[in-house]
């Protein structure tokens, strides 16, 4: 066991035994061998903690904590009193990461003095999609609202290399229990705290989705994102960074409720959450869906508020579906559709 190790790698593992051992591989290998691994069983059934315990026996920086089932964010912070790393990071068992990732990210965050390191991953869907590049207009190391904005959209526990102090210090911890998008809360307390953000525009991380996976299950338990967005507006109206990150904050909200709805929401329990969000949403909310520009609100979006929010009613529903068929589909503007079905025409 490492007594002071530079890096803290933490693992929330339940119940995957079919790809724990190439995670643990890519953590064990790393280059950077002055590191500590916590891996909390949590509750696993399958053959994960017989897997745990063989990789312990082959190497001592690995520490295994056993508790009852509690989700993984749970399972994320019950590591937080074993972190004895300078920096701490969270890789998913299901996943795995370049053997330099932690050389790299130390590296840059140990020349940029910064709270925290964001970094790219492959997702591996069909086909492999690369999470975006960093935007080039805004500078290496963020330092105030203004210039952070392009991180909302990466707050996955993976993509963020922490400074323990900063992690600590700040009581930046998961949302409890067993829900899904339980790091969004925390990705959005870290940003909006941080004095200095680093960004690493390499492909570091691999993220593999599955249909085991805890974040691609398809359950009434996807009716909980709204009420992590409320939780994160109350941080941040409690740090007082609200007022700096309104729109962005609302913009995201409104996007990624929407997003759930087409995406994760079961047809089951649509009409539960669209009603939830309805419950939800705020004056301040409506007003914005309505006027914001379509940067902040794609046209699709807004229709969508104005469908479940009952104002025009059944006019904003043909434009929401249509709008979905059309656009989310073909991918193509109005005039795009009209060149190709000309085309189409003239080739017989």
């Given at each position: 066991?490492?007594?002071?190790?530079?890096?803290?790698?933490?693992?929330?593992?339940?119940?995957?035994?079919?790809?724990?051992?190439?995670?643990?591989?890519?953590?064990?290998?790393?280059?950077?061998?002055?590191?500590?691994?916590?891996?909390?069983?949590?509750?696993?059934?399958?053959?994960?903690?017989?897997?745990?315990?063989?990789?312990?026996?082959?190497?001592?920086?690995?520490?295994?904590?056993?508790?009852?089932?509690?989700?993984?964010?749970?399972?994320?912070?019950?590591?937080?009193?074993?972190?004895?790393?300078?920096?701490?990071?969270?890789?998913?068992?299901?996943?795995?990461?370049?053997?330099?990732?932690?050389?790299?990210?130390?590296?840059?965050?140990?020349?940029?003095?910064?709270?925290?390191?964001?970094?790219?991953?492959?997702?591996?869907?069909?086909?492999?999609?690369?999470?975006?590049?960093?935007d080039s207009s805004q500078p290496e190391v963020r330092r105030f609202p203004g210039e952070?904005?392009?991180?909302?959209?990466?707050?996955?526990?993976?993509?963020?290399?922490?400074?323990?102090?900063?992690?600590?210090?700040?009581?930046?911890?998961?949302?409890?229990?067993?829900?899904?998008?339980?790091?969004?809360?925390?990705?959005?307390?870290?940003?909006?705290?941080?004095?200095?953000?680093?960004?690493?525009?390499?492909?570091?991380?691999?993220?593999?989705?599955?249909?085991?996976?805890?974040?691609?299950?398809?359950?009434?338990?996807?009716?909980?994102?709204?009420?992590?967005?409320?939780?994160?507006?109350?941080?941040?109206?409690?740090?007082?960074?609200?007022?700096?990150y309104r729109n962005i904050f609302i913009s995201r909200k409104l996007n990624f409720w929407?997003?759930?709805?087409?995406?994760?929401?079961?047809?089951?329990?649509?009409?539960?959450?669209?009603?939830?969000?309805?419950?939800?949403?705020?004056?301040?909310?409506?007003?914005?869906?309505?006027?914001?520009?379509?940067?902040?609100?794609?046209?699709?979006?807004?229709?969508?508020?104005?469908?479940?929010?009952?104002?025009?009613?059944?006019?904003?529903?043909?434009?929401?579906?249509?709008?979905?068929?059309?656009?989310?589909?073909?991918?193509?503007?109005?005039?795009?559709?009209?060149?190709?079905?000309?085309?189409?025409?003239?080739?017989?």
């Amino acid at each position: 066991m490492i007594q002071t190790p530079k890096v803290t790698i933490i693992l929330p593992v339940y119940n995957v035994e079919e790809y724990l051992r190439q995670c643990l591989d890519s953590v064990m290998n790393q280059t950077m061998r002055d590191i500590q691994i916590i891996c909390v069983n949590d509750g696993s059934t399958d053959g994960s903690p017989a897997i745990l315990e063989a990789y312990a026996a082959k190497d001592t920086r690995i520490e295994i904590i056993h508790q009852e089932n509690q989700g993984g964010g749970s399972a994320r912070n019950a590591a937080y009193p074993h972190i004895r790393g300078k920096y701490a990071y969270f890789v998913d068992p299901d996943d795995w990461i370049e053997l330099d990732l932690c050389q790299q990210c130390w590296d840059k965050a140990e020349k940029t003095e910064a709270d925290m390191v964001v970094l790219r991953a492959v997702k591996y869907r069909s086909p492999p999609v690369h999470s975006p590049p960093f935007d080039s207009s805004q500078p290496e190391v963020r330092r105030f609202p203004g210039e952070k904005h392009d991180l909302f959209g990466r707050g996955e526990a993976w993509n963020r290399f922490w400074l323990t102090d900063f992690l600590l210090s700040n009581n930046i911890r998961f949302s409890e229990g067993k829900r899904p998008y339980n790091d969004v809360f925390a990705a959005w307390k870290g940003i909006v705290l941080a004095n200095r953000i680093a960004t690493i525009d390499n492909l570091l991380y691999h993220y593999r989705v599955h249909q085991a996976s805890y974040q691609q299950t398809i359950n009434k338990k996807h009716l909980i994102v709204v009420k992590t967005f409320l939780e994160v507006e109350t941080m941040l109206h409690e740090t007082g960074q609200y007022d700096s990150y309104r729109n962005i904050f609302i913009s995201r909200k409104l996007n990624f409720w929407h997003d759930r709805y087409y995406y994760a929401i079961p047809v089951s329990v649509r009409n539960r959450y669209t009603a939830i969000i309805r419950e939800s949403l705020s004056t301040e909310d409506r007003e914005f869906y309505r006027t914001a520009p379509k940067e902040l609100i794609p046209r699709h979006i807004r229709w969508f508020y104005e469908m479940i929010d009952g104002s025009p009613g059944l006019v904003a529903t043909v434009k929401y579906y249509i709008s979905l068929v059309i656009f989310g589909i073909t991918k193509k503007s109005p005039r795009q559709i009209f060149r190709w079905f000309i085309k189409r025409i003239k080739n017989g």
